[in-house]
T-cell receptor, first 114, second 113 residues
Framework: EPEVTQTPSHQVTQMGQEVILRCVPISNHLYFYWYRQILGQKVEFLVSFYNNEISEKSEIFDDQFSVERPDGSNFTLKIRSTKLEDSAMYFC????????????FGPGTRLLVL | AQSVTQPDIHITVSEGASLELRCNYSYGATPYLFWYVQSPGQGLQLLLKYFSGDTLVQGIKGFEAEFKRSQSSFNLRKPSVHWSDAAEYFCAVGPGGYQKVTFGTGTKLQVIP
């Protein structure tokens, strides 16, 4: 069964450094999302992406964040200058044109900012 | 605005016992409702979803959920719990289309022998 994959599974970085989290959505999906889950808290929406542009973003998704689909298979989330409070599990999700409302999630990247 | 409440943070059940996890939602129109499960160290796996039609929906791993519009609830059930069901369960609501899904805070399920 096709799955969303994410790399790396874990990343440790220093405050102020840039990080790029990578996702490979399910191959025929056209809608892409990033969510995050701070330890002990609920899963929160960050951004959705369709047709090479952002469809919706939350107030969390400020100028420090950006998303990109650099090629036909990858979908990335960049955090330009990480802060301690960016430490979280980041989930990528995708959905297909026939079932846009159903999002399939990847295993997540655990980001720790020191 | 859409929101989800999962009133039970932690539930412990014996293996073989029945299970019901509660979920209440707030949404202005007909919601799209989901249950996801997150096993330790794993991502979010879709258990089942409801959009319309029969209010009792079947999902994977023997789970089912019932939509009750009058109570704004979408409770998850399983007749007989297995040790492998120990995980965190998230209820979620969305407006449909490719718009964001809003999650509840989750219910952590512990299964004892």
């Amino acid at each position: 069964e096709p799955e969303v994959t994410q790399t790396p599974s874990h990343q440790v970085t220093q405050m102020g450094q840039e990080v790029i989290l990578r996702c490979v959505p399910i191959s025929n999906h056209l809608y892409f999302y990033w969510y995050r889950q701070i330890l002990g808290q609920k899963v929160e929406f960050l951004v959705s992406f369709y047709n090479n542009e952002i469809s919706e973003k939350s107030e969390i998704f400020d100028d420090q964040f950006s998303v990109e689909r650099p090629d036909g298979s990858n979908f990335t989330l960049k955090i330009r200058s990480t802060k301690l409070e960016d430490s979280a599990m980041y989930f990528c999700a995708s959905s297909d044109p026939g079932q846009q409302e159903t999002q399939y999630f990847g295993p997540g990247t655990r980001l720790l900012v020191l | 605005a859409q929101s989800v409440t999962q009133p039970d943070i932690h539930i412990t059940v014996s293996e073989g016992a029945s299970l019901e996890l509660r979920c209440n939602y707030s949404y202005g129109a007909t919601p799209y409702l989901f249950w996801y499960v997150q096993s330790p160290g794993q991502g979010l796996q879709l258990l089942l979803k409801y959009f319309s039609g029969d209010t009792l929906v079947q999902g994977i791993k023997g789970f089912e959920a019932e939509f009750k519009r009058s109570q704004s609830s979408f409770n998850l059930r399983k007749p007989s719990v297995h040790w492998s069901d120990a995980a965190e369960y998230f209820c979620a609501v969305g407006p449909g289309g490719y718009q964001k899904v809003t999650f509840g805070t989750g219910t952590k399920l512990q299964v004892i022998p």
